[in-house]
DNA sequence: ATATTAAAAGTAAGCGGTTTCATGATTGCT
DNA sequence: AGCAATCATGAAACCGCTTACTTTTAATAT
């Protein structure tokens, strides 16, 4: 039934000699005479050889593989990030473990434990909060971690973001010089630390430096997706809202669209601007003005991070800031 | 540096047992007098010891983790069935192993290869090319495969889908009972099978059974992007054609809002039924009538077929097909 | 009590590689 | 030609766990 793999030893039979030159050729040690290497070679070929991954990883305790921890994997945010991600661990031979993690956080703990167990050689973390526990379970895993997209409020783990205030900063500056006093911030929960300590700094900056009173009451906390923002049609009105920054593309639409229904024209009597420039804001009608962020090259860089950690490289900033921008579509003046 | 990671040598050595007496209780083997047990658990607990799976999977040649192969991780279409897989694997404690094929023959070829290195215990697939070298990959990897929303032409390997050909019959017939004479067939490249022998089946069978000729000319082959939909506007006007069944939610997108630049007001001087039933419909303006597909359950029915693959279990037929439907949005009359 | 059987625990051989160390074969240099 | 230094190869331990097989202990029967 089980055909019979064939096994390094195998191979060194055939090939008359040991498997320890065997394991030479096969991982490229130059200290084979270059006959004996084709010999070897050939019986590879012949029986068509190929290592075993797993006895590789638990003899060299290196698996070529890493944990990728994604809140979820149907936010085209974090897929797009996760496209960069895997292209780059391709390029270095890596394999991906995927673990959605819900933004949950005993699943997260759950999840990074199960990596650790697998003994992936890094990981790379989607995610806005982490608790001690969490951060006790990254130490626990002994392998580099970068955060991809997300931030380390305490800066311990290495990452890669864009500047998150300055971007908010220039997308309320930039709402408020419409002349819109009663701007609404409208985000996932705030116990992201991406909203709490970025975000609405940002929007809290912008406001102060117009002088413009800061309102509890704009401010929105719901999750990212196209329904809650639909929803949120009516508060908005309610409150007086003319303008909303939005942290999330998805529910930005819903936001968008919820209004639109309502007979509130966008941009005319409403702007929106939101964050994550996905294929989202081309797609809606009106089109949406975005925060622009380099989402492949985040996931890109935080790969080529990791593998550099990995290596124990030198790197030099472990805190990497790639350039954000700010495009100008439909649903702004 | 490396904190010494703790063994089930060091438990049974603290526990006064021997190796296989921790085994025994870590795997739940019932062999064990509850004294013995507790005392071991108390040990482990102790110690902190966490098995490392590397170890276990060679060793028991079970490495509970399984491979999915996704064409592309930001395609809404597959990013959903990737979450219902994805739930069922953590329910049944599989990791997986994530690898993007872009629908490109050499990478799925070298994928394959890839994940039976690491010694998966069985694989999900998505694409819809199965070439003769891809087959036999699969049957070198000796696992069970299962093709998720994806269609096997040659019906050898398990596979959980909608009633393609069904599906789109009921779509165009719907188009044509509206009194289109034109309508367009837009999908991607006609070498994926789902395309050229269930979709385009379909299409034509819509249309011989209310007797409207086959034209060549409606027929369009492109890549499944938003682009690519808004490229299209121009020739689908040049054709004269008055309606469009497209086969990826992104795409029809794309051709909606392209039209729709271009002057041309859908539903009234256009009708566009698309596929997915993904959340694009909902966003677009005019929201985009669609086949419906349970896109969740197909992950996860795939992923539960798979399980019971993976454990012998008798199945009955290897072909599920989950049942499809016809949702009217605003793009249609 | 003793023989019989079942339950609990232990021994040790793998699983398929990597890697250290020892040894034999080459090469270079005087 | 003779000896040191270098290169190529092999032997074997080891990575951490599972598991077949054996032995010891406990339970039941006679």
Redesign the interface.
Same mark, same amino acid.
Do not use: C, W
């Given at each position: 039934m089980?055909?019979q793999t064939v096994t390094i030893y195998d191979v060194a039979r055939e090939a008359a000699v040991s498997m320890a030159t065997v394991s030479r050729v096969v991982n490229g040690n130059p200290n084979v005479k270059p006959a004996t290497r084709q010999k070897v070679l050939d019986v590879i070929d012949q029986l068509d050889y190929?290592? +075993?991954?797993? !006895?590789r990883?638990?003899a060299s305790k290196k698996?070529t593989?890493i944990g990728?921890i994604i809140p979820d994997?149907?936010n085209?945010y974090f897929?797009?990030l996760?496209?960069g991600i895997?292209?780059v661990a391709?390029m270095y031979k890596y394999?991906?473990?995927?673990?959605?993690s819900d933004e949950n956080h005993d699943k997260e703990l759950q999840v990074v434990? +199960?990596l650790? !167990?697998?003994?992936v050689d890094g990981i790379i973390f989607m995610g806005n909060q982490v608790s001690k526990d969490l951060r006790d379970a990254f130490n626990r895993a002994?392998v580099p971690i970068v955060f991809a997209g997300s931030v380390d409020p305490e800066h311990q783990s290495p990452s890669v973001n864009i500047d998150y205030v300055a971007a908010v900063t220039d997308a309320v500056a930039k709402l408020v010089s419409r002349g819109n006093k009663r701007i609404a911030f409208v985000t996932g929960s705030m116990d992201e630390s991406i909203n709490k300590d970025y975000r609405l700094k940002g929007y809290k900056q912008a406001l102060s430096s117009k002088r413009i009173g800061y309102d509890e009451g704009l401010i929105f906390q719901t999750d990212y997706s196209?329904k809650a923002g639909y929803a949120l049609a009516q508060a908005l009105q309610d409150v007086k809202a003319t303008a909303a920054f939005v942290g999330d593309d998805?529910l930005a639409?819903g936001v968008l669209?919820g209004l639109?229904d309502a007979g509130v024209k966008v941009p005319e009597d409403f702007e929106i601007i939101t964050s994550n420039d996905t294929?989202?804001t081309?797609?809606?009608?009106p089109t949406m003005s975005s925060i622009t962020q380099p989402l492949y090259d985040i996931g890109a860089v935080s790969m080529r991070l990791l593998t550099k950690l990995m290596n124990n490289e030198e790197i030099g900033d472990k805190t990497v800031v790639l350039p954000y921008g700010l495009k100008k579509r439909q649903s702004t003046k």
């Amino acid at each position: 039934m089980d055909k019979q793999t064939v096994t390094i030893y195998d191979v060194a039979r055939e090939a008359a000699v040991s498997m320890a030159t065997v394991s030479r050729v096969v991982n490229g040690n130059p200290n084979v005479k270059p006959a004996t290497r084709q010999k070897v070679l050939d019986v590879i070929d012949q029986l068509d050889y190929r290592p +075993n991954a797993v !006895a590789r990883g638990l003899a060299s305790k290196k698996t070529t593989t890493i944990g990728v921890i994604i809140p979820d994997l149907t936010n085209s945010y974090f897929s797009e990030l996760a496209r960069g991600i895997d292209d780059v661990a391709l390029m270095y031979k890596y394999n991906i473990i995927l673990a959605s993690s819900d933004e949950n956080h005993d699943k997260e703990l759950q999840v990074v434990d +199960n990596l650790t !167990a697998k003994q992936v050689d890094g990981i790379i973390f989607m995610g806005n909060q982490v608790s001690k526990d969490l951060r006790d379970a990254f130490n626990r895993a002994n392998v580099p971690i970068v955060f991809a997209g997300s931030v380390d409020p305490e800066h311990q783990s290495p990452s890669v973001n864009i500047d998150y205030v300055a971007a908010v900063t220039d997308a309320v500056a930039k709402l408020v010089s419409r002349g819109n006093k009663r701007i609404a911030f409208v985000t996932g929960s705030m116990d992201e630390s991406i909203n709490k300590d970025y975000r609405l700094k940002g929007y809290k900056q912008a406001l102060s430096s117009k002088r413009i009173g800061y309102d509890e009451g704009l401010i929105f906390q719901t999750d990212y997706s196209y329904k809650a923002g639909y929803a949120l049609a009516q508060a908005l009105q309610d409150v007086k809202a003319t303008a909303a920054f939005v942290g999330d593309d998805e529910l930005a639409a819903g936001v968008l669209n919820g209004l639109t229904d309502a007979g509130v024209k966008v941009p005319e009597d409403f702007e929106i601007i939101t964050s994550n420039d996905t294929r989202f804001t081309e797609i809606s009608r009106p089109t949406m003005s975005s925060i622009t962020q380099p989402l492949y090259d985040i996931g890109a860089v935080s790969m080529r991070l990791l593998t550099k950690l990995m290596n124990n490289e030198e790197i030099g900033d472990k805190t990497v800031v790639l350039p954000y921008g700010l495009k100008k579509r439909q649903s702004t003046k």
